[in-house]
């Protein structure tokens, strides 16, 4: 099983950014994938779920306005869109699906 997220970086407060997560080595489409973020000093919290065929989505309260979760299960792919970013996004954002971790991509919001 291998993850790997994608589409981070530096981005000024209101910016945008699509993260994408690359799935391998299982059937990417049996599993609901996960997002997840951990900023410094505070625990990894859930940001978002997708189930397996895409058709549910839940995106936690405090950023449903301004995250999308989204997959392809022919690419085995599972994205993050993020807009109108805000510092408190700094975060590492990591995908989680079949029980496994990516190591994370880093999400910078600063001006």
């Known amino acids: 099983v291998q993850l790997v997220e994608s589409g981070g970086g530096l981005v000024q407060p209101g910016g945008s950014l699509k993260l994408s997560c690359a799935a391998s080595?299982?059937?990417?489409?049996?599993?609901?994938a996960r997002w997840y973020r951990q900023a410094p000093g505070k625990e990894r919290e859930l940001v978002a779920s997708?189930?397996?065929?895409?058709?549910?989505?839940w995106v936690r309260d405090s950023v449903k306005a301004r995250f999308s979760i989204s997959r392809d299960n022919a690419k085995n792919l599972v994205y993050l869109e993020l807009s109108d970013l805000k510092s408190e996004d700094t975060a590492v954002y990591y995908c989680?699906?079949?029980?496994?971790w990516g190591q994370g991509t880093q999400v910078t919001v600063s001006s």
């Open positions: 989680y699906t079949s029980g496994s």
């Open positions: 997708i189930s397996s065929d895409g058709d549910v989505k």
């Open positions: 080595g299982f059937t990417f489409s049996d599993y609901f």
